[in-house]
């Protein structure tokens, strides 16, 4: 084989390779350091029906009943069991004097993790409303909103406090600080 042929071969691997190598890095940084969208969990909906009594009126052997007619049941949430040192999650935006309609628009729907739990807050274009706070084990929840643009949720145990604090103005924004003694 000439010379000249042999290293134009040499150069084309060693080009393939570098390509290749450099592709894979560049596939694995954008892959890890893409962005979450941001989730929303709700609460499953529970329809309850009222039981109701068998009529000692009606014989076994009747005839055939019909099936009743759709009625339209309102849905409630089933309460989730209480322990002493956690509360259930709250679902109801809370309102500081504003409506649930002033929180459309604007950024949507935002989700941060901490120690203490999961809170997801809807940024609004006039309001930010709560739609979740899921304590961890062993922490309890409280909410604050003295205006509707600025939202404080709590998760407190008997050793740390992680508090998240949601506001849309100067621009949508949400920070935790983590407190353990």
Do not use: K
Request: glycine share 6%; with cysteine; proline share 14%.
């Amino acid at each position: 084989m000439p010379r000249p042929l042999r290293y134009l071969l040499i150069w084309l691997c060693c080009t393939a390779l570098t390509v290749t190598a450099a592709f894979l890095a560049v596939r694995f940084v954008v892959r890890s350091t893409s962005p979450l969208p941001p989730t929303a969990r709700a609460l499953p909906t529970v329809f309850s029906t009222p039981s109701a009594p068998p009529s000692p009126l009606v014989p076994a052997t009747s005839a055939p009943r019909t099936a009743p007619a759709p009625t339209r049941r309102t849905p409630t949430a089933t309460p989730a069991p209480r322990t002493p040192a956690t509360r259930p999650p709250t679902t109801a935006p809370a309102t500081g004097g504003h409506t649930a309609s002033s929180c459309r628009g604007g950024v949507g729907v935002h989700s941060m993790q901490s120690v203490g739990g999961r809170v997801t807050f809807n940024m609004g274009a006039d309001a930010i409303c709560l739609v979740s706070a899921v304590p961890a084990p062993g922490f309890t929840t409280s909410t604050d909103q003295d205006t509707p643009d600025t939202l404080t949720v709590t998760f407190s145990s008997a050793t740390h406090r992680s508090e998240t604090t949601g506001s849309i103005h100067p621009q949508p924004q949400a920070v935790t600080r983590e407190v353990s003694w």
